[in-house]
């Protein structure tokens, strides 16, 4: 099955940091780019970030919400994408979702479950 | 402030046709916006529905449709099921990388 999965969640204090990874199984990032959505409890969806392919020059972009805290980044000989936060404040709350968009079509074609990361005292 | 604009609640008659919109604060949505269209039930991640306007994804439903009206990006359900009460999200591009999410739609059948 073709599916994206990430890991890493969890409870960090405010100002803290915190590194979720999205690794694919039975789908190569390395020509992919992955882009990184939140939902707080109850709430929308937000767009954070995403990272384009070695040939795009692993290109970042960033939601203002989060830019100058978060980083992407790829590491394609584990075919992981990750998501540094730090910095981190009561409002970054969510389930945070790794996604696969097809730039070819513009299609959003794989979501991961999700990892839930709690910024608490 | 809202940049990207949805319906906050609908409501369809089973059977029945409706249609959610998604716009901009300021301008119009274009094919260049690259609308898709998102479905979301509780403790569930988004299912792709519709991308790059008007192409549904696979295995969805043909009862699904995207297009551009006026200016606006909008999904039409035609035939509403009961299954279709949900959580349904447009997402646009805004140039320079950037992605926008609207707030989100509460669709009711009754």
């Known amino acids: 099955e073709v599916q994206l999965v990430e890991s890493g969640g969890g409870l960090v204090q405010p100002g803290g940091s915190l590194k979720v990874s999205c690794v694919g199984s039975g789908l190569t990032l390395s020509g992919s780019a992955i882009h990184w959505v939140r939902q707080a409890s109850g709430k929308g969806l937000e767009w954070v970030g995403r990272?384009?392919?070695?040939?795009?020059?692993?290109?970042?972009a960033y939601a203002a919400s989060v830019k100058g805290r978060f980083t992407i980044s790829k590491d394609d000989s584990k075919n992981t994408a990750y998501l540094q936060m730090n910095s981190l404040k009561t409002e970054d709350t969510a389930v945070y979702y790794c996604?696969?968009?097809?730039?070819?079509?513009?299609?959003?074609?794989?979501w991961g479950q999700g990892t839930l990361v709690t910024v608490s005292s | 402030q809202t940049v990207v604009t949805q319906e906050p609640s609908l409501s369809v008659s089973p059977g029945g046709t409706v249609t959610l919109t998604c716009g901009l604060r300021?301008?119009?949505?274009?094919?260049?916006?690259?609308a898709s269209w998102y479905q979301q039930t509780p403790g569930q991640a988004p299912r792709t529905l519709i991308y790059?306007?008007?192409i549904r994804s696979s295995g969805v439903p043909d009862r699904f449709s995207g297009s551009i009206l006026g200016n606006r990006a909008a999904l039409t359900i035609t035939g509403a099921q009961a299954d279709d009460e949900s959580d349904y999200f447009c997402l646009l591009f805004m140039g320079s990388g950037i992605w926008v999410f609207g707030g989100g739609t509460k669709l009711t059948v009754l």
């Open positions: 790059n306007t008007n």
């Open positions: 990272i384009r392919t070695r040939n795009k020059k692993f290109e970042t």
């Open positions: 996604t696969r968009l097809k730039e070819v079509e513009q299609n959003f074609d794989y």
């Open positions: 300021t301008g119009s949505v274009t094919t260049s916006s690259y």
